[in-house]
């Protein structure tokens, strides 16, 4: 995978180079944001924070307004490195079906994928909250005469949470026609805010703590545009910074598939899930209180082999352990 994408980064053109019709393809950016994060989980620190730096010093993202990053009508922003585009096209059933998939099943979805009170409160006064989580009641549009979308429903009797990701929600007028598989909102996979914090990481990891908390302040600062006073630059160092930086992995990349990663690469698994369902049976919260999830193990670490593979082998391949 390293070589790979050392070669794409050595040919492929810089985002701002790169043709209209082009849009959504790798670029040099991408291939080195990539590189920087297969570094950063091979624990090969210099390598990381050297391919992040060429990425964040490119001049190619910047960091808009964090309520947008995510909005239908923000295809390929600035700060998008590099993300799965979608045509909401009927004749060829082009699309994505997430955004239903994750919806209110009061609003027409299905209501998986949600999120926890448990992340809620990680947020506390943070205003991505708002940006991240719909909760029971919140305020996402105007009063229709099917649905109340300033009072919104997320249905908690059938939800797992009483919450939903806004970072998958589209407004009704943004909706097509036969939305489920032909939503047009992208996907993004890697963005800056993401490099950033793996430039931190890495940072932190060799030493240059000075670095780090330049890389994690400038994320931080975007949040507090939201709504000055609420997110305060960081002072940390050493063990309390990695923390701090791992924490604001969690907030910010909320619902963008990278957690269980993370805690993976963080050797944190057992530990978070364990301590997750631990205050999940103490909650007080309305809707999720005393749901945990499955027990997690360290055989979760890693995924089952396939067996068919495994006898593809011919003995060669072995399952992993606790399956």
Do not use: C
């Not at 944001?33 to 992040?52: C, D, I």
């Not at 909005?71 to 998008?80: I, K, L, M, Q, T």
């Not at 939305?179 to 940072?203: G, Q, W």
Request: charge should be neutral; avoid cysteine; glycine fraction near 6%.
């Amino acid at each position: 995978m390293i070589k790979d994408l050392q070669e794409a980064a050595a040919v492929l053109p810089e985002k701002n180079a790169r043709l209209s019709t082009d849009k959504g393809r790798a670029t040099k950016g991408s291939a080195n944001a990539y590189l920087a994060k297969a570094y950063l989980y091979t624990e090969q620190w210099a390598l990381a924070q050297t391919a992040a730096e060429t990425v964040i010093n490119s001049n190619q993202y910047s960091l808009g307004d964090f309520s947008t990053v995510w909005s239908v009508n923000n295809p390929n922003g600035v700060e998008s490195i590099f993300e799965l585009n979608y045509n909401a096209n009927q004749t060829f059933g082009l699309g994505t079906a997430l955004t239903v998939v994750m919806r209110s099943r009061a609003d027409g979805g299905w209501g998986f994928d949600t999120p926890s009170s448990n992340l809620e409160r990680a947020f506390g006064n943070d205003p991505r909250r708002q940006w991240t989580i719909i909760k029971q009641g919140d305020n996402v549009g105007a009063k229709t005469a099917s649905f109340d979308y300033s009072n919104y429903d997320t249905k908690p009797q059938e939800n797992e949470s009483g919450r939903i990701s806004r970072k998958m929600f589209l407004a009704l007028a943004d909706r097509p026609a036969n939305e489920l598989d032909h939503s047009p909102l992208n996907r993004i996979e890697m963005r800056l805010a993401d490099l950033l914090l793996i430039h931190a990481e890495a940072s932190n990891k060799l030493g240059q703590d000075g670095k780090a908390l330049t890389s994690l302040n400038l994320v931080r600062a975007r949040a507090n545009n939201l709504n000055p006073g609420t997110v305060p630059a960081r002072t940390s160092s050493g063990s309390q910074l990695l923390s701090d930086i791992w924490l604001e992995r969690r907030l910010e990349l909320a619902m963008e598939g990278h957690r269980y990663y993370d805690l993976v690469r963080q050797k944190r698994l057992v530990s978070v899930m364990q301590a997750f369902n631990a205050s999940q049976l103490t909650s007080t919260d309305a809707y999720d209180k005393g749901k945990v999830k499955d027990q997690i193990s360290d055989k979760n670490n890693l995924f089952p082999i396939p067996t068919t593979q495994i006898q593809l082998s011919g003995g060669n391949v072995t399952q992993n352990p606790g399956y």
